[in-house]
């Protein structure tokens, strides 16, 4: 769970509901309003994406070869979610 605050100005329909300026929200997942003029991030959540990367990269550390694969996936769900950002 990772905290936003409606910026100044705005009023945003999240899961349905409307939040008005300044208001604080608890979210699941702040990474979609990354870059959105709308809000500010307060506290950031772990996404199940990041937890996954960790564990990637501690894999990698090791020298396990089965998780290649699996990191170079990641790595183009990435760039993909970077793309779709801009």
Do not use: C
Not at 3 to 16: E, L, M, T
Not at 20 to 48: M, R
Request: charged share 50%; aromatic share 4%; glycine share 6%.
């Amino acid at each position: 769970m990772g905290k936003i605050k409606i910026a100044p100005n705005y009023s945003v329909f999240i899961d349905g509901t409307r939040h008005d300026q300044n208001e604080v929200v608890e979210v699941e997942d702040t990474s979609k309003y990354i870059g959105k003029k709308y809000v500010i991030i307060l506290e950031e959540s772990n996404s199940k994406k990041e937890d996954k990367k960790e564990t990637s990269k501690g894999n990698r550390k090791r020298g396990k070869k089965e998780n290649k694969e699996d990191d170079e996936i990641e790595d183009e769900i990435e760039v993909e979610d970077e793309i779709e950002n801009k």
